[in-house]
């Protein structure tokens, strides 16, 4: 594949581009392009890209890590939600059979593409990591390697360990089908324009001992539950939960069964989630659903 004129390792060409074609960066979108050609390796290496296998891209902006995946000999799928970038990508890249970029908010389009990916990266906005990342994890569209560039702070969450003040909801979500790696940071000036924020990527593979994908939809939502009243116990924070999903069994025979449950795993009265291990959470959620239907 021909590499097309724009250099993106220069901020002077990338701005000299977006003027010819009439583009402009959106902060909404959280278009900062990665000027680094090193980093860019780095993220390529990264993701062990093989000739022939399928790649999705998630936000490639004007193609700077598109240009390297396509050098590699993959099958690019890009999805793209500035429809200006859309049309500029479509027409840098015209020449290459193996790249085909979709257009609009990629959570409402992934779901129709005929085939699953080997491999998914992108270098994510802060408003959209965690609804991308979830979709993905609920619906078991997991492929052997993602990596993927985000705020620092995102990438501690998402790795984060029990206990600790990042363990979240979505650090139990993420673990529920992933090993969870944050490989290297980058530092603003590595970006055009330059964010105010550090980044992180972050490498996820598929866990040897995953939830299974049939159940991970509804683990994530009691997972939510329990972590939603963070300094409450779960015992406190789960009674939404209960009644949203067992309404038919009277509330005092609920909490009767949770409280039951949490000492049957060796858990005390007043445990929070984020005293738990993924693990442990989900033990608790298999117990807990399967007392609790057979009350019903």
Same mark, same amino acid.
């Given at each position: 594949?021909?590499?097309?004129?724009?250099?993106?390792?220069?901020?002077?060409?990338?701005?000299?581009f977006?003027?010819r074609?009439?583009?402009?960066?959106?902060?909404?979108?959280?278009?900062?392009?990665?000027?680094d050609?090193s980093?860019?390796?780095?993220?390529?290496?990264?993701?062990?890209?093989?000739?022939?296998?399928?790649?999705?891209?998630i936000?490639?902006g004007?193609?700077?890590?598109?240009?390297?995946?396509?050098?590699r000999? @993959? !099958?690019l799928i &890009?999805f793209?939600?500035?429809?200006g970038?859309?049309? *500029?990508?479509?027409? /840098?890249? +015209? $020449?290459?059979?193996?790249?085909?970029?979709?257009?609009?908010?990629?959570?409402?389009?992934?779901?129709?593409q005929?085939?699953?990916?080997?491999?998914i990266?992108?270098?994510?906005?802060?408003?959209?990591?965690f609804?991308?990342?979830?979709?993905?994890?609920e619906?078991?569209?997991?492929?052997?390697?993602?990596?993927?560039?985000?705020?620092?702070?995102? @990438? !501690?969450?998402? &790795?984060?360990?029990?206990?600790?003040?990042?363990?979240? *909801?979505?650090?139990? /979500?993420? +673990? $529920?089908?992933c090993?969870?790696?944050?490989?290297?940071?980058?530092?603003?000036?590595s970006?055009?324009?330059?964010?105010?924020?550090?980044?992180?990527?972050?490498?996820?593979?598929?866990?040897?001992?995953?939830?299974?994908?049939?159940?991970?939809?509804?683990f994530?939502?009691?997972?939510?539950?329990?972590?939603?009243?963070?300094?409450?116990?779960?015992?406190?924070?789960?009674?939404?939960?209960?009644?949203?999903?067992?309404?038919?069994?009277?509330?005092?025979a609920?909490? +009767?069964?949770?409280?039951?449950?949490?000492?049957?795993?060796?858990?005390?009265?007043?445990?929070?989630?984020?005293?738990?291990?993924?693990?442990?959470l989900?033990?608790?959620?298999?117990?807990?659903?399967?007392?609790?239907?057979?009350?019903?």
């Open positions: 594949m021909e590499t097309t004129a724009l250099n993106y390792d220069s901020p002077t060409s990338i701005k000299e977006l003027e074609e009439g583009l402009w960066v959106t902060k909404r979108f959280g278009q900062n392009f990665l000027i050609r980093v860019r390796g780095r993220i390529v290496d990264a993701l062990m890209v093989e000739p022939g296998m399928r790649v999705w891209e936000g490639p004007i193609g700077a890590m598109t240009e390297l995946i396509l050098e000999r @993959a !099958r &890009a793209e939600i500035d429809h970038f859309v049309r *500029s990508l479509q027409s /840098l890249y +015209a $020449s290459s059979g193996d790249f085909s970029v979709v257009s609009g908010d990629m959570l409402k389009t992934w779901r129709a005929p085939e699953r990916p080997d491999r990266f992108g270098n994510l906005p802060y408003n959209a990591a609804a991308i990342i979830a979709d993905l994890l619906l078991n569209c997991v492929p052997e390697r993602m990596v993927f560039t985000l705020q620092k702070e995102a @990438a !501690r969450r998402m &790795a984060a360990r029990p206990g600790t003040k990042d363990y979240s *909801s979505f650090s139990v /979500l993420c +673990a $529920s089908a090993d969870v790696r944050v490989l290297f940071d980058i530092g603003a000036s970006f055009w324009p330059q964010p105010r924020v550090t980044s992180s990527v972050v490498q996820l593979v598929p866990s040897a001992a995953p939830v299974p994908a049939e159940l991970r939809k509804s994530s939502d009691f997972v939510r539950s329990a972590f939603a009243l963070r300094r409450k116990t779960l015992r406190n924070s789960l009674r939404g939960w209960l009644n949203a999903n067992f309404a038919a069994i009277d509330e005092t609920r909490d +009767a069964i949770l409280l039951e449950t949490l000492l049957s795993l060796g858990h005390r009265a007043e445990i929070r989630a984020e005293a738990l291990s993924p693990g442990e989900f033990a608790l959620y298999r117990q807990l659903h399967a007392r609790v239907s057979a009350s019903c």
